[in-house]
């Protein structure tokens, strides 16, 4: 769930929420900037910081701007290197920021812009407990203020960078002793599943979560239908390669091949090295990989777009049934998006931010 989607929700619902933000960490923290949680006026959550003391000391703060009120502020939080019943061992600070959310309008665009409308940055100068929004739009329209002069002028500039990035980005600066937080809101990657069988299937309940869009294109109507995938964006019936051509697939996009048969596969592969998705993967063995790598070649497929094809699909688990294979595929795509290395977390340096 898109937490801004469930804010909207509330706000229209007339129960505003609060929103609370990682905006900056330093050392070993359990998350990263951009992670969000959401606090409802029942006290309950959507989201999460990490869990533990800090995430408990998160809702306590904003439920006392929910029974009290006041405007939005920062706060600085202090992870403990010493093990204790609920603690946090991870020696680092988290700085998060703690918004009540009222305006309908701005949360409608930047939901607007998750779903496909159009990217839009967000910028929020937080200034004596009061926030102020300046949404800035690709054709350089914006709504909103931040008071005018250099401080303005700077998160403009900033907004307009973010937006060019093509993802949701986040930068924090400190002016003077103002904070400002940029962000850039888009529609999420997405993950199309060629093939709706076992594998596409567990693919598909899994990705949801990560927050993956997700599509499905098979040629046969019971296994592209809304009943057996009623979370996907879309579900297309077509042959193969139509059916993978009519997504306007990006750079930040993976494209995975789990058809029924080789020439099935063969002709959803073609379809999609023809696109800009970044990641091609393909599930089968490494006999397979030879085979379909010779025929794209046979098919005039430049070779540095063949060498971009995993095959086998996914990272090396030992998974058997169709749910781990699908767990070892997301894990190679979110490797693939988060720039990882697939290597146990354990065996990072001592000290090392933790990062999954």
């Not at 619902?13 to 029942?42: E, I």
Request: glycine share 12%; with cysteine.
């Amino acid at each position: 769930m898109f937490l801004y989607q469930e804010a909207l929700w509330l706000v229209e619902a007339g129960q505003p929420p609060v929103m609370a933000t990682v905006v900056q960490v330093s050392g070993s923290t359990p998350q990263k900037p951009g992670a969000r949680l959401l606090v409802r006026r029942d006290g309950t959550l959507a989201g999460t910081l990490g869990g533990g003391c800090v995430e408990s000391d998160v809702w306590a703060e904003a439920m006392a701007l929910v029974e009290h009120g006041g405007g939005a502020r920062l706060r600085e939080f202090h992870l403990n290197e010493d093990l204790d019943a609920d603690g946090l061992v991870c020696g680092g600070t988290m700085h998060v920021l703690l918004e009540p959310l009222i305006q309908t309008e701005l949360l409608r665009e930047v939901v607007e812009a998750h779903q496909g409308g159009g990217p839009v940055a967000l910028a929020r100068l937080i200034d004596a407990g009061e926030a102020r929004y300046l949404l800035v739009r690709p054709d350089g329209s914006a709504s909103g203020g931040l008071g005018g002069g250099e401080v303005e002028a700077l998160a403009r500039d900033r907004a307009v960078g973010l937006l060019s990035g093509g993802e949701d980005t986040l930068a924090y600066l400190s002016v003077g002793d103002r904070h400002l937080l940029a962000e850039s809101f888009t529609a999420p990657p997405a993950l199309l599943i060629c093939g709706g069988g076992h594998v596409g299937y567990a693919l598909a309940r899994l990705a949801v979560p990560l927050g993956l869009r997700v599509l499905v294109v098979d040629d046969r109507m019971e296994f592209a239908s809304k009943e057996r995938f009623p979370d996907a964006d879309r579900a297309v019936v077509a042959p193969f390669p139509e059916g993978v051509a009519s997504f306007i697939l990006a750079a930040q996009d993976a494209v995975v091949v789990a058809t029924r048969g080789h020439r099935h596969d063969h002709v959803a592969l073609l379809a999609a090295a023809c696109s800009k998705a970044g990641y091609l993967a393909l599930v089968g063995s490494r006999r397979k990989a030879a085979l379909v790598s010779r025929a794209l070649k046979e098919d005039g497929v430049p070779l540095e777009r063949v060498a971009q094809v995993r095959c086998p699909a996914g990272l090396r688990i030992g998974a058997c049934t169709p749910e781990e294979i699908a767990v070892s595929i997301l894990a190679e795509v979110l490797m693939w998006r988060r720039g990882g290395d697939g290597q146990p977390l354990s065996a990072q340096p001592s000290g090392a931010a933790a990062g999954v």
